[in-house]
């Protein structure tokens, strides 16, 4: 077997490669991006009038007017190399001929320095590098449909796309699985705050007048209901996994037993936002009302109605652990195994997550709980979001579908970018996938008024403010201080004097009411100043 030489292998190559450079019909010119991969834009022979912005579209590169990109024409130092700002619209409309680029020329794309980056101060950040991945394990750098178009615009070029650039444009999809277990394994639902939710959903109305006998056999139409939302307050502990098994004791048993143990989150207080408004005469609850004071707070602006509320959280020992919401429609109960939340609900919990976690860490931040509530039975489920899909939300990869009038269709999600379902691409998602059930128990909240609390509330709905029989109720008890400290174990009450009193006036009398809740009763009266200053209040 005769083996060609070395010498004669490399001349070949050269005769090729000279071939294809002095090809006139094919110009082909290189295009660095920012992360140092090389792309191959082919020009056609009359393409001397294509501008640069057409050259960097054939590449699948994204750019924006606003993030400050620079591009260098050539090698630096070498003639009729020149550097061009890619937020001009004269530098991006300038065409080939006149930039000189030839058969193998060079485009270097260039972040810009910090200094030459001037945002102005009310400018929202999209810096995809900024952008907060509450599960950076999952994130993706760049959506399917940027990775899919800039595989496109490599195909095109004098390679063409590998088996690798298709595996990496899949590994741009998420990977949608069901999710068995969350952080918190139950959750213990305040029995009085979660009555007082219903019952501030159905709608009062005039009782009707006596029913004839004819009518008597008629089924009573169902109450009607205005759907609302509420955010949790509570604490996170851990427990023994099986609460009925008794461990044996002897003189050999050490109290340091190794017990299985697991995440729990405990509902002390509800707090519903005043001034809310139902969408679609109440059959949908008002979710902007709740991300728009939780999630979209602007530093240095008046202190909203939940920060408020979190910040008399956090004196009674308190943090944000969920949210909950109302539903009427009977659409969700129809099929078996359907699920109270659909795709809306779960956007708007992933989104109270994030900011949650963004508040108190990924770690503590991920253990939230969403509770959806029957507005007419009063039934109750409890589920936590999956990992994947509050990092869909994040990246902006779900979109909340429209609500219609006839509230259906809302559990399946049409997606922009597919997704892998059990090993196929969809673009079509079932909420069911994206959530993780989780066992419920009832319990009376240590902030909730206790067992004969009032139903309807101590607090007015529309304002959250003292009804005139709750002040009349503090003021007899006034005289008697563990009377009073127990009629203040009421979140709303302690919220409402929040807003009467000073802030450190506020915080004494919580961190009193916190000492007689946890069991602190012996010892703990009001101060004399703190006495006459509810006086003083609930006088007028």
């Not at 009038?405 to 996938?433: A, C, F, H």
Request: glycine share 8%.
């Amino acid at each position: 077997m005769i083996k060609p030489r070395l010498s004669a292998c490399l001349g070949l190559a050269a005769f090729l490669r000279c071939r294809a450079s002095a090809d006139p019909a094919q110009t082909i010119v290189r295009v660095r991006t920012v992360d140092g991969s090389i792309l191959r834009v082919e020009i056609p022979s009359d393409g001397e009038t294509s501008t640069l912005s057409a050259v960097l579209d054939s590449a699948g590169l994204d750019y924006d007017e606003s993030n400050g990109l620079k591009c260098q024409i050539g090698l630096p130092g070498r003639p009729g190399s020149c550097n061009l700002d890619l937020s001009n619209g004269d530098h991006r409309e300038k065409t080939v001929g006149e930039l000189g680029l030839t058969h193998g020329s060079m485009i270097t794309i260039t972040r810009p320095t910090k200094k030459s980056i001037v945002k102005p101060k009310d400018e929202k950040k999209t810096n995809e590098s900024e952008r907060f991945d509450p599960f950076p394990d999952l994130s993706k750098s760049s959506s399917y449909t940027a990775a899919s178009r800039r595989a496109r615009a490599m195909a095109r070029g004098a390679r063409g796309s590998s088996y690798g650039d298709i595996s990496r444009v899949r590994g741009q999809m998420h990977v949608i699985e069901p999710q068995s277990t969350g952080p918190l394994t139950r959750v213990y639902v305040c029995q009085v705050g979660a009555a007082r939710f219903q019952n501030h959903c159905i709608q009062k109305k005039a009782p009707p007048a006596k029913p004839s006998s004819k009518s008597r056999k008629q089924k009573e139409p169902l109450p009607e209901v205005e759907n609302r939302v509420a955010l949790l307050f509570g604490t996170i502990n851990s427990e023994r996994v099986d609460q009925n098994r008794k461990r044996a004791r002897t003189s050999l048993t050490s109290t340091t037993e190794e017990e299985k143990m697991c995440g729990v989150a405990k509902v002390h207080a509800l707090f519903e936002l005043p001034n809310q408004k139902p969408l679609l005469k109440g059959k949908h609850y008002d979710d902007e009302c709740l991300l728009k004071a939780y999630c979209d707070v602007p530093k240095g602006k008046k202190e909203s109605a939940v920060d408020r509320a979190v910040r008399v959280a956090d004196w009674l020992g308190l943090r944000p652990i969920g949210w909950m919401f109302s539903y009427a429609d009977e659409d969700r109960h129809d099929d078996g195994d359907a699920l109270p939340v659909h795709g809306r609900d779960s956007i708007v919990g992933a989104k109270l997550q994030i900011e949650t976690m963004k508040r108190l860490g990924r770690r503590e931040g991920k253990k939230f709980i969403t509770l959806a509530l029957d507005g007419r039975m009063g039934a109750t489920e409890a589920f936590q979001l999956s990992d994947v899909c509050v990092q869909m939300v994040a990246e902006g990869a779900l979109k909340a579908p429209t609500v219609d009038e006839s509230l259906q269709g809302t559990r399946s999600m049409e997606l922009t970018d597919p997704v892998v379902i059990s090993g196929e691409e969809t673009t079509k998602l079932d909420t069911v996938l994206l959530l993780v059930n989780t066992a419920m128990l009832s319990h009376v909240g240590l902030y909730s008024g206790g067992e004969d609390a009032p139903v309807g509330g101590s607090v007015k709905k529309s304002s959250g403010a003292l009804l005139v029989k709750t002040r009349k109720r503090l003021l007899s008890a006034l005289d008697r201080s563990n009377s009073v400290l127990k009629e203040l174990c009421d979140f709303d009450v302690l919220l409402a004097l929040d807003g009467m009193m000073s802030r450190e006036d506020s915080e004494q009398l919580c961190l009193l009411v916190r000492k007689y809740a946890r069991g602190q009763k012996k010892g703990t009266n009001l101060t004399p100043h703190l006495k006459l200053t509810l006086r003083s209040l609930l006088d007028n």
